[in-house]
């Protein structure tokens, strides 16, 4: 693995078994990923993006293949490396402020370092105003808002996301990819994704890996090489969405309708 890579996941299979009929469902997955770079996973529901998600982050063990996250083992979870599930897993007992605050309890850092880093984390997404609120007197967007505030303020090497805006109305959506891009450019963490959304693979992604199904397997990596923040309505944009969706269409398992799949 060269030095600079931060992930390097390497024939990786997983199997399944339901009513005693295993099911393989990723077959010899292989990717890896540099410093700083923001990666998505893309595929259609169901291929295996969520495994592939938890064996990355150690929640879950592969029989076969290996992950690496900077140069060392995954075995388990570790704090170098968090996993933003899809359900934003907020304590709904907790404000802003103990929530974003969770992920450095217990940890070996002086109280008035963590206060800084809550504070920060907070401010960059914009809750400065609302330290003292309950999830429940949130909006979806906010208490997601609190979830990425959460995952920054631990300062992890790595970040994964599952599908972290898809309950999203479009407009909160286009504001927190925003929002995502301007922390991640100051914050220089590496990022993996996984949505089943081209528009949004296209918008934030320096790649794109893209999954067919059944086994799940990456049949085709695509660089994005426009410049960030990109323009969704000009003409790079919509030739990169219209080269994944022919690919969608060429892996012959799917049928892509237009912006989903
Ligand atoms: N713990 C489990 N036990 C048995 N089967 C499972 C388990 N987790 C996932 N699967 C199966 O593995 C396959 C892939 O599931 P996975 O959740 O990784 O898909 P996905 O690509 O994330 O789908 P979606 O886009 O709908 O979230 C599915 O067929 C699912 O039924
Ligand atoms: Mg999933």
Redesign the pocket.
Known sequence: MMAEQMISVSGVTKT?T?NGKP?N?LDQVSFDMKKGEIVTLL?K????????LHIVGGFLKAEEGTVYLDNQLVQRPTKKCVTLFQQHNLLPWRSVLKNVGLGLEGENIPEDEKKVRVMDAIKLVGLEQYLHQFPHELSGGMQQRVAIARAFAMQPDVILMD?PFAALDTFNRYHLQDELLRIQTQMKTTILI?T?DIDEAVYLSDRVLIMSSHP?RIFKELEIQQTKPRDRTQGDFLYYRKKILEQFELSGTNKAPEYMI
């Open positions: 399944f339901n099911t469902v595929g529901s169901g291929c295996g993006k969520s495994t592939l599908e996984v089943h799940g």
